[in-house]
């Protein structure tokens, strides 16, 4: 199958239209560095014709009954759920996942859309119990407006779909800008809505390979009323001032720094898997994968001894091979990353008991990894990993192991393996995070609210939290009631 095939356009889409140049910019397969399409290279002034598109469509997509925006969201999701096979291997071409795993997030994408698509039914009010005779209280949900999405390339679909799907439910229009390394997916993604029948200039995107340029354009027109933003800390807090201008409604999903906590007390078995598929998902490239394990040390050698048996099992290659479940990361820079954090760690007296070091598959391809002896002077500690590397923290008690785990500017996601309730409970309590998976290494979908505290973000998404993200609440006191 083409890796690019011509049903979806290589464009950016403005008011319904797809728009070609004249400037563009490679979109590269990580896995063979071989070039998969050329995008539109657009900039301030397209942003703005984009930011006009959906502030034209506002009033008529708004005023649809939240029935009918849902019945054109069910169908957006009919339209994507059908293209699974084509969308995955766009996916693993663009942005380096295994096959499986890209057809496991076309699913997971669309779930937004289907959870929205009726979540958007019931953006309920409420009635106010009176504090005087004459008057009334009635609280409306009504949509905030012009919503600017800026997605990263780690989940390409999936992080698209959870900003679009409920701002679109909630009677919001959406101006794009995706990740310069996975523009194709959300074009596709866009066009599907189109067929499905999102009216021009409700759903807009905007490819660039000047980010901050069409960023800018987005945080300092008026008009955008919220933005909601996926990647890392340092852009997010940029963001986050460049909005201040005008008060801008913001949700954040910024960086983590995921503890994944393995008491003594923890089934093995359990605590292995929950590891390895918090871990290893997407080469370790995601947001909520477990950077540090803090093992107690009644169970560290036997834990490190069976994870290391899982790990060795990993078979690394291009996503598009059967059988890989370890592709390539997602560019030059983060294969850097990645090996320099495990340097620093051996460097330092961390041991590695598996991998270590770049894989034989190509350049962006590095080796999953294990490392033990993990402490707190080591930078593996305190940045993303964003690979495929598991880096082991001894602990003894279990205030020691809260007092860790706690020891970020991040909160994002935390995990614990304990067969303990009580400790399991408190522990889950103490924890600064946003989400916390007790016994299990994989929390994410659609039902449930996705996001972080401290530095790791603002808001949520999923659930009904994901779909009030897109609201404002408006306050009606009706008075002069006879009494
Ligand atoms: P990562 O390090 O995971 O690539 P980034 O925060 O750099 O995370 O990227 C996430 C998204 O933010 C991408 O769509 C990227 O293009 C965009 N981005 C990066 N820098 C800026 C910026 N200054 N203004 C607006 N968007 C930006």
Redesign the pocket.
Same mark, same amino acid.
């Given at each position: 199958m083409n890796a690019s095939p011509p049903r979806y356009p290589n464009a950016a889409l403005i008011g319904g239209q797809w728009v070609t140049g004249p400037d563009t910019f490679p979109v590269i397969d990580p896995a063979t560095g071989a070039e998969v399409g050329r995008v539109p290279d657009l900039g301030a002034a397209e942003t703005k014709t984009a930011i006009d598109a959906a502030e034209a469509a506002l009033p008529a997509w708004s005023k649809k009954t939240a029935k009918e925006r849902a019945q054109i969201l069910k169908r957006w999701f009919d339209l994507v759920t059908a293209d699974t096979e084509h969308l995955a291997q766009l996916m693993t071409a663009e942005q380096g996942k295994p096959l499986a795993e890209a057809r496991g997030e076309v699913a997971y994408g669309a779930s937004f859309i289907e959870w929205f698509a009726e979540e958007g039914k019931r953006a309920y009010g409420r009635t106010i119990p009176t504090t005087a005779a004459g008057k009334r209280y009635i609280t409306i949900k009504q949509p905030i407006g012009v919503v600017a999405a !800026?997605?990263?390339?780690?989940f390409p679909i999936a992080m698209i779909t959870r900003k679009v799907a409920p701002a679109l439910a909630a009677g919001c229009t959406v101006v794009v #800008?995706? $990740? %310069?390394?996975t523009p194709l997916c959300a074009i596709a993604i866009a066009k599907l809505a189109l067929d499905a029948g999102v009216p021009p200039g409700v759903f807009n995107v905007i490819t660039t390979a000047n $980010?901050?340029a *069409? @960023? #800018?354009v987005?945080c300092e027109d008026s008009r955008v009323r919220k933005l909601s +933003?996926? @990647?890392?800390t %340092? *852009? @997010?807090k $940029?963001?986050y001032r460049q909005c201040a201008s005008n008060v801008k409604k913001l949700t954040l999903e910024l960086g983590g720094n995921a503890p994944l906590l393995v008491f003594d007390d923890a089934n093995l078995e359990q605590a292995v898997a929950g590891a390895m598929a918090s871990k290893y998902r997407n080469a370790g490239q995601t947001c909520v994968c477990a950077n540090r394990i803090l093992v107690q040390s009644g169970i560290y050698d036997r834990f490190a001894e069976a994870l290391a048996a899982e790990v060795k099992k990993l078979k690394v290659g291009p996503g598009r091979d059967a059988g890989v479940v370890i592709g390539p990361l !997602?560019n030059a820079d983060a294969a850097k990353k990645v090996d320099g954090l495990v340097r620093d760690a051996v460097g330092k007296g961390a041991k590695v008991i598996v991998g270590g070091s770049p894989a034989a598959a190509g350049p962006l391809f590095y080796q999953p990894s294990v490392v033990t002896g993990v402490t707190p002077d080591m930078t593996i500690v305190h940045e993303e990993i +964003?690979g495929p590397v598991a880096a082991l923290i001894r602990f003894e008690t279990d205030e020691e192991a809260i007092r860790i785990a706690n020891d970020t500017p991040f909160g994002l996601a935390a995990y614990l393996f304990s067969q303990n309730l009580g400790r399991a409970w408190s522990v889950a309590e103490a924890l600064d995070a946003g989400m916390v998976g007790v016994n299990e290494g994989l929390f994410s979908n659609e039902t449930v609210p996705f996001g972080g505290v401290k530095e790791s973000g603002l808001g949520r998404e999923g659930a009904a939290e994901g779909l009030d993200e897109y609201l404002e609440t408006k306050f009606i006191c009706l008075g002069g009631i006879a009494s």
């Open positions: !800026i997605a990263p390339w780690n #800008k995706p $990740a %310069e390394d $980010a901050p *069409v @960023g #800018k987005l +933003f996926t @990647g890392s %340092e *852009v @997010g $940029a963001l !997602i +964003f």
